[in-house]
T-cell receptor, first 109, second 113 residues
Framework: GQNIDQPTEMTATEGAIVQINCTYQTSGFNGLFWYQQHAGEAPTFLSYNVLDGLEEKGRFSSFLSRSKGYSYLLLKELQMKDSASYLCAAMDSNYQLIWGAGTKLIIKP | ETGVTQTPRHLVMGMTNKKSLKCEQHLGHNAMYWYKQSAKKPLELMFVYNFKEQTENNSVPSRFSPECPNSSHLFLHLHTLQPEDSALYLC????????????FGQGTRLTVV
């Protein structure tokens, strides 16, 4: 079956760094997505990885290892506005997104 | 103006009511989706339309009926719903291509009483 695993909740301190992990099992693979969703709002696209390695985009970076079925989202210099849920999704061979349940990130002052 | 607009934002309906959710995308995309989001669960894909043709129906009960009159508009018609159907219903759109990034509307928070 197809499956995405990510932690349910994480807590971090303002100004620090946090890494949110995601492991996936899909029928075929066409990329790994990360989305941010603030409470009561739409998920918004953060990153897309299809090749192994690290993609950096400002304070956010995303890493992919296809051989390990593993990705992480790295958030640096955390700000209070980064408190949100972070959704991991893998695209299968039919270009359908398989979603994780999301990681709720709580930032403390 | 956001790229994907959903109305209404909130809806409370009885189990015998009929209502419709509306989604409109202003991004020129050719694929549109309905998702159900329940607390602490993964997003559940309900329906997919590519170029106005339905290509996915993930075993969704017939009390949910989608309609896609053109590539910019998508509806979800609701009737005889159950309390367990209460959830956030998200519409999304994407464009055929390498990454197919999905853009989401803000959702309709549905409560069935």
């Amino acid at each position: 079956g197809q499956n995405i695993d990510q932690p349910t909740e994480m807590t971090a301190t303002e100004g620090a760094i946090v890494q949110i992990n995601c492991t996936y099992q899909t029928s075929g693979f066409n990329g790994l997505f990360w989305y941010q969703q603030h409470a009561g709002e739409a998920p918004t696209f953060l990153s897309y990885n299809v090749l192994d390695g690290l993609e950096e985009k400002g304070r956010f970076s995303s890493f992919l290892s296809r051989s390990k079925g593993y990705s992480y989202l790295l958030l640096k210099e955390l700000q209070m506005k980064d408190s949100a849920s972070y959704l991991c999704a893998a695209m299968d061979s039919n270009y359908q997104l398989i979603w994780g349940a999301g990681t709720k990130l709580i930032i403390k002052p | 103006e956001t790229g994907v607009t959903q109305t209404p934002r909130h809806l409370v309906m009885g189990m015998t009511n009929k209502k419709s959710l509306k989604c409109e995308q202003h991004l020129g995309h050719n694929a549109m989706y309905w998702y159900k989001q329940s607390a602490k669960k993964p997003l559940e894909l309900m329906f997919v339309y590519n170029f106005k043709e339905q290509t996915e129906n993930n075993s969704v009960p017939s009390r949910f009926s989608p309609e896609c009159p053109n590539s910019s508009h998508l509806f979800l018609h609701l009737h005889t719903l159950q309390p367990e159907d209460s959830a956030l219903y998200l519409c999304a759109s994407s464009q055929e291509g390498e990454s197919r990034v999905a853009f989401f509307g803000q959702g309709t928070r549905l409560t069935v009483v």
